[in-house]
T-cell receptor
Framework: AQTVTQSQPEMSVQEAETVTLSCTYDTSESDYYLFWYKQPPSRQMILVIRQEAYKQQNATENRFSVNFQKAAKSFSLKISDSQLGDAAMYFCAYKSGGSNYKLTFGKGTLLTVNP | KAGVTQTPRYLIKTRGQQVTLSCSPISGHRSVSWYQQTPGQGLQFLFEYFSETQRNKGNFPGRFSGRQFSNSRSEMNVSTLELGDSALYLC???????????????FGEGSWLTVV
């Protein structure tokens, strides 16, 4: 079974600064997808960024980028120019390729943005 | 394009009762999955439906069941409610096909269930 580990229960960053959230995963599969989701106090799970395992290029979405290290099974999220609205719980998630549409989540990292 | 819609958003039930939660996926999405989120257990996968068939199931007791209709809308039912069933229930949808976008999963706002 796949596992996802987020080793930082809480992180804080100053507004306009950069922060990196860590995620490691364990799998024996070669075809999979990785995601970062943001869950603000409203509790809606919002997709931040996705990465296909077969792509070596790191995904980027505006101020959000990932550092995908396939051999090390590491998938960290970098948030640049942090904004107050970035404050939320961030979840790293794993999905197998194929017809298995189950996401396996880490326990989350609570990000605080200080003005 | 409307997102994933869940109803009701909040509900309170008594132990022993049953509850039905509803989910309308993003238009065109055929895969609907359900998750339970609690402070203690985090996010746990319940089940996933595609074209009215359950494709994947998590490790939950038989009191938790679901179904999907021909229009891809889904319902989940919890019978004989227990206090421990109090949670945020999240519905998610996806195209459900083997493309990058087809493997991307989008979530609704959730249904808050409190069992007293």
């Amino acid at each position: 079974a796949q596992t996802v580990t987020q080793s930082q229960p809480e992180m804080s960053v100053q507004e306009a600064e950069t922060v990196t959230l860590s995620c490691t995963y364990d799998t024996s599969e070669s075809d999979y997808y990785l995601f970062w989701y943001k869950q603000p106090p409203s509790r809606q799970m919002i997709l931040v960024i996705r990465q296909e395992a077969y792509k070596q290029q790191n995904a980027t979405e505006n101020r959000f980028s990932v550092n995908f290290q396939k051999a090390a099974k590491s998938f960290s999220l970098k948030i640049s120019d942090s904004q107050l609205g970035d404050a939320a719980m961030y979840f790293c998630a794993y999905k197998s390729g194929g017809s298995n549409y189950k996401l396996t989540f880490g326990k989350g990292t609570l990000l605080t943005v200080n003005p | 394009k409307a997102g994933v819609t869940q109803t009701p958003r909040y509900l309170i039930k008594t132990r022993g009762q049953q509850v039905t939660l509803s989910c309308s996926p993003i238009s065109g999405h055929r895969s609907v999955s359900w998750y339970q989120q609690t402070p203690g257990q985090g996010l746990q996968f319940l089940f996933e439906y595609f074209s009215e068939t359950q494709r994947n199931k998590g490790n939950f007791p038989g009191r938790f069941s679901g179904r999907q209709f021909s229009n891809s809308r889904s319902e989940m039912n919890v019978s004989t409610l227990e206090l421990g069933d109090s949670a945020l229930y999240l519905c998610a949808s996806s195209l459900g096909v083997g493309t990058v976008s087809g493997n991307t999963i989008y979530f609704g706002e959730g249904s808050w269930l409190t069992v007293v």
